[in-house]
């Protein structure tokens, strides 16, 4: 490992873990209670066995992130929230060096500084403030993770056996990770097709790793429907939303327009490379972004216009990422030197303006959040000490049948018990609150302080 990946994944970890520090605490988020809480560790607590691990949350199967959930509880003897926060360090550093590898390979050695900048950017600064509060985040990072390991497979390519079986492998993994892993069929396809190489039994093996992620779409991804308060959108809606996505971190359909230019553009320049010049970087590049491109047409045709959430940002974000870096390895391979202009230039824009979008969005969420953890731990212990819970039950119920999804971002109201969780613990009788599964007295030896 070269120093450039050892300080890659050095600034990654440290930036991370210093955000988390200051605005995270051991409280799990709201998705957390269902898919860990109630869907996990309640069931295997009162005997139900490990067959929790299989069981869906919303369109995901997030069987890996499960079992690093099981693994923190194993290891501490309590629901450690903290330890899936540092597991989805670790895997996002990981991401970074593993992508900075594959790009290094054909960059210009005085580009190299600028691809290891564009890297800390994407994978540390916290432009998105959620992805780096959230443990369940790593969800995202292992489908990534899977990715790579499904391209890498796909672009060297020795043999149908070694081949197919990562090739395989590398897609029921990001499948048990992730519903955006649907699209690694795609970003596979995609490269070997550009890139115009023979590879024995590369199409039997395709074939077998796209057969469950076509079965995922089928039965687990249905189309958006009626929820709450919003009618089911037409092909208008989507498509606005489709370009919103596109035009991410705009949020606009014109950015969206924008940026399917850039897309032909960039596609029409990389498919006149010869195909001596068709190298495994490019490849795994064109792959990346469709990647992400693929995953913002399932967002758009599978959820409600305006439903958009920070934690999407981080697979989405690997579309411009994917088309910065591909420019200024197409732009920068001659000798003309106003395209190298362009390409810095651009790439300057992209750095100031995702620096901006980090102070006017990331930075007060990441405020709010650290000056009400004392609050949102009150919050906590009032719920689950309340002998009233039906009641409690019966507010977030009215809360939720009216369309007001405030905690899904408010750093209080995101620790909000779930009614599905509050009627699990009456029917308990509140045993498994005794139990070290859950987070209940948040370990008395621990101070506010602390917290």
Known sequence: MSRWEVSLGLVIIGARLVVFAY???????????IAEFNNTLIGISVGEGFGALFDPHNEHLLITTKALTLLGFYLHGYWDVSFLVICSVGV?????????????????????????????LFFAAPWSAYNLLSGMQVSFFLADFALLWSLQATLRWKSPVSGGLALVAGSIFGLASMASAVAIPFATLAAHCWQKKVRPGFVVAWIISAVPAFAFVVFRLPPATVSLNHSTPNWTDTVSFGLEIL??????????????????????????????????????LLGIGFFAL???????????????????????????????????????STASRWRNYFVATLGMG???????LTLNVGWPYLKVAHQTRATAVDHYREILQNQDLAGERTRIQAQLHQGDLSFFDDPIGRFSLHPI???NLISLG???????????????HETEADL
């Open 23 to 33: 605005a995270g605490s051991p409280l799990p988020f709201y998705d957390q209670w």
């Open 92 to 120: 996002r550093a990981l991401t970074a060096i593993w992508i900075f590898r594959m790009v290094v390979q054909d960059c210009l050695p005085g580009h190299r500084v600028w691809i290891w900048w564009l890297c800390v």
């Open 247 to 284: 035009a991410w971190p705009v949020s606009h359909p014109i950015g969206g327009v924008v940026m399917l230019i850039v897309l032909a553009f960039t596609l029409f320049h990389a498919n006149r490379l010869r195909v001596k010049d068709r190298t495994d970087t490019k490849a795994s």
């Open 294 to 332: 693929c995953n913002g047409g399932f967002i758009a045709a599978n959820r409600l216009p305006g439903t958009l959430h920070m934690r999407h940002w981080d697979t989405i974000a690997l579309l411009p990422f994917a088309l910065l870096v591909m420019g200024l390895l197409l732009f920068t």
């Open 350 to 356: 992209l750095v100031v303006f995702l620096c901006s």
């Open 421 to 423: 969780v509050l009627g």
């Open 430 to 444: 509140r045993e498994p609150l005794s139990l070290p599964v859950s987070y209940t007295h948040l370990r008395a």
